[in-house]
């Protein structure tokens, strides 16, 4: 299976529906070995701590942390984002991930060309993926992301409006 190296973001968006039917959380697990950094998960708990739609989001994914890979890594003192983004594109690099799953649409730019032969998706990207393999209907998933898009305040993200709208016109 293809290894998915995520990061807070993304698994905290991945959360936001990891009630729903389907559940996109356990459609990534089923589809790829998703491997975090020890300090995506201590993100996560701290996350966890706060009474708000992403605190219960990042609950959820740590409630489901035996499906997940937990590596530890050594971060780039240079590298100019938080310790979670520093160690998943760390880890992404070092294991030759096939993908890595990061929500943090202002920092794209840096840390795509960070990646050496990983490619970068966010969780539009990683649904639409889904619709394309058979695992997501189309109406299912255009329903998730915009639960994400309404809990995450993605309404005037240009960027999730373009995978939205790419999503429905599939």
Not at 79 to 85: A, I, N, V
Not at 146 to 165: F, P
Request: aromatic share 4%.
């Amino acid at each position: 299976m293809a290894v998915l190296i995520a990061d807070t973001s993304a698994l905290v968006s991945l959360g936001i529906v990891a009630d729903a039917d389907p559940d996109p959380l356990s459609l990534c697990l089923d589809a790829y070995d998703v491997i975090v950094p020890k300090t995506v998960i201590d993100e996560l708990e701290e996350v966890a701590s706060y009474d708000d739609d992403h605190g219960r989001a990042a609950a959820a994914v740590h409630d489901r942390t035996a499906g997940i890979a937990v590596r530890s890594v050594s971060l780039d003192a240079d590298f100019p984002l938080d310790d979670g983004e520093n160690a998943a594109v760390t880890l992404a690099n070092e294991t030759e991930a096939a993908l890595f799953c990061c929500d943090e649409f202002t920092q794209l730019g840096l840390i795509h060309p960070s990646l050496a032969d990983t490619r970068l998706v966010t969780t539009p990207t990683l649904l639409s993926a889904f619709v394309r393999a058979d695992r997501l209907a189309t109406d299912d998933a255009l329903a998730l992301l915009d639960e994400v898009i309404a809990a995450r305040s993605w309404d005037a993200n240009s960027y999730v409006q373009r995978a939205r709208s790419l999503l429905d016109d599939a």
